[in-house]
């Protein structure tokens, strides 16, 4: 590791992560699927042979999108995407709150009404590049059981400092958090 990256090593392929401050006293390595097709579809691929049986994934807006788009197209199955603000073409929107540590502010997340159709009675997958303080990961539960899924796992590609230690998240690497003075 270098001062300004950290060397992951993921899915068999191994990347530089380049760190950026959150705080004075925090770092993070910056993990971006967007435009890495290797990495997406070998860490897409790890996961589903970690994975439960699912019906369907669900991500949030917006670096899970690649992540679960190939998780489905390997899969077969669907998968949803909770946004970051309502659409025209939403019908009564299903909204709840989080906070990301790698967004400024509080956000809303919100499905369409109309996801009820394809998660009620249904085995759920949520997915996600990083779960770090699990409050994306929260959102996404709450949204999932007020479409009345079953949340059957919560699967990303790293757990991020504490989040490593969790038991109810599969994940294939744990990525760790840089403190300094």
Request: proline content about 3%; charged content about 25%.
């Amino acid at each position: 590791m270098s001062e300004k990256t950290f060397t992951l090593q993921v899915a068999g392929l191994k990347r530089e992560l380049p760190l950026c401050s959150v705080s004075d006293k925090l770092d993070i390595a910056a993990f971006i699927m967007f435009s890495d097709v290797e990495l997406t579809v070998a860490c897409a691929k790890e996961l589903l042979a970690k994975a439960p049986d699912f019906d369907v994934l669900i991500t949030a807006e917006s670096k899970g999108i690649p992540l679960a788009y190939e998780m489905a197209r390997q899969s077969g199955k669907n998968y949803l995407l909770a946004r970051k603000s309502v659409k025209v073409y939403m019908t009564d929107p299903i909204e709840v709150a989080v906070q990301s540590i790698t967004t400024k502010g509080a956000q809303r997340l919100y499905i369409d009404r109309a996801y009820e159709k394809e998660m009620a009675g249904k085995r759920v997958l949520i997915v996600d590049d990083v779960i770090s303080t699990g409050e994306s990961l929260h959102a996404l539960e709450k949204l999932v059981e007020a479409a009345h899924g079953e949340i059957v796992g919560r699967a990303a590609v790293l757990a991020e400092g504490d989040a490593r230690a969790r038991k109810d998240i599969i994940f294939l690497e744990p990525l760790p958090l840089f403190f300094h003075n």
